[in-house]
């Protein structure tokens, strides 16, 4: 025993870093704002106002993920601030293919040791996600918690809420003959980094080499952030004729697809309607992956697909590449079950 007086800075929480964290961020949440939004940071809990936001006789969504194994990557190449975004890419993109629209966003980060940089830098990429998608970010939790990160680590958790009318939810209406439209990813998106990892070990580069499929480093490559669909694919959906959406995450379309398409119904892919970006090419031929596992674990360049009426499907393509996305028509919906692919990959 001993006479020593302990403290909880002592035991390695600094509640003055956290608070610092919070007067920090307060300016990029508060750009957030949209309407619904009803107090900023600080209390115990946060208002939204789904009425002021529009709505009438909604649904409320919800959605939960985090960034998996890309925050290992993005910590050893020390570049923070795209994690944020992809934190909420990957809550708001699923809310979207319910047809509903993200009204506000929650995180969690989670650390040994409170380094108030470099959460601000997650927690800004957070807040340009949420801008992003328009969301408001109104609320968070970030947590110290010294013997269960190593030095330098911390984790991330989103929760994110979105509204939508109970007479537009998605999936609705898929049927045989409708059309196959896949929206571009901006590469590896947030799934599968554990075989990046793997592979990047086997490549035997390291992360500021250059990058063997582009310009600039490989961990810069590797670490691009998860594309938003959110503003696209509510114009696609607002030109009319969209019966379902589909975002394209682990599993790829081999396993994503089938979630948005009614029992007895299936989809023909044809691999050479988009050619596939450098990335995945290499990530494959240097893990020597056979062509079913690499469309199983990778978004191979479709980041989310839209499950159109063959006669809007045209409209709904010139609404989508008008909101800057490159938009490739990839199949169709067939009887059956499951993904059956057709044609090489480009």
Known sequence: MTDERLTYAGAGVDIDAGNALVERIKPAAAATAR???????????????P???GYVNPLLVAATDGVGTKLRLAIEAGRLSGVGIDLVAMCVNDLICQGAEPLFFLDYFATGKLSVDEAARVIEGIAEGCSR??????GGETAEMPGM????????????????ERDAVLPAHVGAGDVLLGLASDGVHSNGYS????????SGLALDAPAPFGDGPLGAALLTPTRIYVASAQAGIAAGGVHALAHITGGG???NLPRVLPQGLGAEVDLSAWARPGVFRWLIETAQLDEAEALKTYNCG???????????????????ESEGETVFRIGTVVEGAGVRYTGAAG
């Open 253 to 255: 379309i081999t396993e």
């Open 133 to 138: 998608a328009g969301a408001a970010l109104i």
């Open 149 to 164: 990160y190593a030095p330098g680590d911390f984790d991330l958790a989103g929760f994110a809420v979105g509204a939508v």
């Open 35 to 49: 309407p619904g939004t009803m107090a900023g940071l600080g209390g115990f809990g946060a208002f939204f106002d």
């Open 51 to 53: 009425r002021a936001a």
């Open 195 to 202: 075989l990046v990892r793997r592979t990047i070990e086997r």
């Open 302 to 320: 479709i980041g989310l697909i839209a499950v159109v009426a063959e006669d809007a499907a045209r409209g709904v393509q010139a609404a989508l």
